[in-house]
Nanobody, 125 residues
């Protein structure tokens, strides 16, 4: 069984920064592709970023490229999302997700097997 717990969300002014963390239980963390998704009220869950198990393949949604950085620490079973230059349109619940060790379809929420409970990020306009 794999469990994911996000933390680090909150309210931040436009232009500010937040760092989300996702602690993962289970001995297979280091072999999993990890992703971040977000869901705004009334909208679908959208891909934000993904990282391969080694951390050498990283992908971002166009909306966050150059502002967000995904990283992972396999020794700590944790994946991070550093969010800079936040905008009101970044307001959403952010979810951490885990899947098997393959990259095809990394941006498809349906391909992830495990999900955290989500953490709210609010950027007032």
């Amino acid at each position: 069984q794999v469990q994911l717990v996000e933390s680090g969300g909150g309210l931040v002014q436009a232009g500010g920064s937040l760092r989300l963390s996702c602690a993962v239980s289970g001995r297979t963390f280091s072999s999993r592709v990890m992703g971040w998704f977000r869901q705004a009220p009334g909208k679908e869950r959208d891909f934000v970023a993904a990282v391969s198990w080694r951390g050498d393949s990283i992908y971002y949604a166009d909306a966050v490229k150059g502002r967000f950085t995904i990283s992972r620490d396999n020794a700590r079973n944790t994946v991070y999302l550093q969010m800079n230059s936040l905008k009101p349109e970044d307001t959403a619940v952010y979810y951490c997700a885990a899947r098997g060790n393959y990259l095809n379809g990394y941006d498809q929420a349906s391909s992830y097997d495990y999900w955290g409970q989500g953490t709210q990020v609010t950027v007032p306009s």
